[in-house]
């Protein structure tokens, strides 16, 4: 088994990258089965926070070429069409669904990520790392173009000229700088406060009203693409969906009894 998920009490899905011994390099059976925990922790009321991991002190170490379509390039009957494809039903997917899921997720990025693991990771809407952790590209040393989202996502989180010499000279952003650059929410020091912290945030956003922050996350995500009249209407409509949970409800009661509320993600 080369995933792992699980769901806790505490309502977080953990959703492990486990193939230590490839430096958790995707395969197309894994990223099928990244889809599917993203897209049943969607329709899970028990799952409301998603926490991303790699094993074995690594995180990604981008698409296992030895499995992947490009590995057929140059040889005879090779039709490029096949990579359009697996691109499609693949990791362009999985980073899609990793993007849209209304719920927060977590990605806590120990040691390497690099290319289309890089991506994954960026794809969360909290990145943790360590003063270890490396953000790497190098599809350029392969004569292949940024893929996984990396062309959509890069920008908008650092900017069209640092994402520049990231996808066109290969500089990668390690540690600290990942914060400074962007990429990352929050450097800690190590590998063991990176697990600690990246699980304590996980479970303070699964005790949240999910939800809400569901459709905030919605709004969010529409906002880079829209005019402000439209994000107004795109407002309008998730606080009429907020007004309708029975976090609203125990929200507005916790206020007025002044007591700490409990939410249900409902």
Do not use: Y
């Not at 993203?38 to 981008?62: I, K």
């Not at 990352?184 to 590998?191: I, S």
């Amino acid at each position: 088994m080369t995933v792992r998920f699980e769901v806790g009490g505490d309502h977080v899905g953990r959703l492990t990258l486990d193939r230590p011994e490839a430096a958790n390099a995707l395969t197309p059976g894994m990223i099928a089965d990244l889809i599917g925990h993203v897209r049943s922790t969607a329709g899970n009321d028990d799952a409301r926070a998603l926490l991303l991991t790699g094993a074995g002190g690594r995180f990604c170490a981008g698409m296992d070429l030895r499995e992947s379509t490009v590995a057929k390039a140059g040889t005879p009957g090779f039709d490029p069409q096949t990579t359009t494809d697996a691109l499609r039903d693949g990791v362009q997917t999985l980073i899609r669904d990793l993007w849209e899921l209304e719920k927060p997720t977590v990605a806590a990025v120990d040691g390497a990520a690099v290319g289309p693991g890089a991506h994954l990771a960026l794809a969360c809407d909290f990145v943790l790392v360590h003063e270890g952790t490396r953000f790497l590209w190098s599809f350029h040393q392969w004569g292949l173009v940024a893929d996984a989202g990396g062309a959509w996502l890069l920008p908008r989180l650092v900017g069209l000229p640092r994402a520049r010499t990231m996808l066109l000279l290969g500089e990668g952003s390690t540690g600290p700088q990942a914060v400074e650059d962007g990429l990352a929410t929050r450097c800690v020091v190590d590998a063991d406060a990176l697990a600690k912290v990246a699980d304590e945030l996980a479970v303070e956003l699964a005790s949240g009203p999910t939800r809400a922050l569901g459709l905030t996350k919605r709004m969010l995500n529409r906002a880079l693409e829209t005019t402000l009249a439209e994000s107004l209407e795109i407002e309008a409509a998730a606080q009429a969906e907020a007004t309708a949970t029975r976090d609203l409800v125990e929200g507005m009661a916790a206020f007025r009894d002044k007591r700490d509320p409990k939410f249900e993600g409902r």
